[in-house]
């Protein structure tokens, strides 16, 4: 870094952010960046404060413009990898992933996220060769035994699947999402009475995961409790508003409904 960049300054903004003071800190680090705009260590910062506002095109132009500038700077490509996941551009996911894989090589974190973008791809027998080699790296990341569930669901594999899921909720029993796959799972292989257990212990632990209460109601509207399911399935639209999926499943039950009598 060049000596005129104030890495002191830079240092206790992000102190300052850390302890709480994320606006002011996040105003600060945009001022001084403005001032020094080839301080490549606060341009990443600046970009992970914007992706914790949710301003994620402009985190995504900030991690870009240190990937442009430092080859080896493996955070911002992870980062970046996960904004992609989450916007499903797998492609160029997977293609910070293996950037970050190549910097730093066996990273348990990076092998479990190419596993989970190659099975968003349809690739799960290439994503089950990465998620086992990170879960023998890491026995406790529970992240990585909820992906490899979802692989061996695509396989077909559902014992595995559900030993998978319930070995994640052993290591960490408040996941939401281990539940609310765990019970995708039971459904799929017609075990109504566990996917309607596990569907309402994963609202015991989170009562406002839209996913789990979508789910519990697609278990009402399939076994013909339309007026229960609709009730479960506004409930999941208060918290997703904008889920296009949800809005389709309410359509299905009114029909269902109406159709009962």
Known sequence: MSQSYNAALVNKILSDFTKGNKIQSFNKLGQYLNNNPKDLTARYNYGYMCQQFDKIDIAKKNYLKVISKDPEHWQSRFNIYTIYIMEKSYDLALKYVEQVLKLKKNFQPAQRDKALILYYMNKPDEALIYIMLSIKQNLLDYLAFNTLGLILISLKK?????????????????????????????????????????????????????????????????NGEYKKALKYYFNALKSNKKNSSIISNIAIAYFNLGNAY
Request: proline fraction near 3%.
């Open 158 to 222: 559902y014992d595995e699947a559900k030993k998978s899921f319930l070995e994640g909720i052993r290591i960490d029993p408040k996941y939401i999402a281990s539940y609310n796959n765990l019970g995708h799972c039971y459904t799929l292989v017609n075990d109504k009475d566990n996917a309607l257990k596990i569907f309402k212990k994963g609202l015991t632990i989170d009562p406002n995961s839209s996913e789990v209460i979508n789910n519990l109601a697609n278990y009402y509207n399939n």
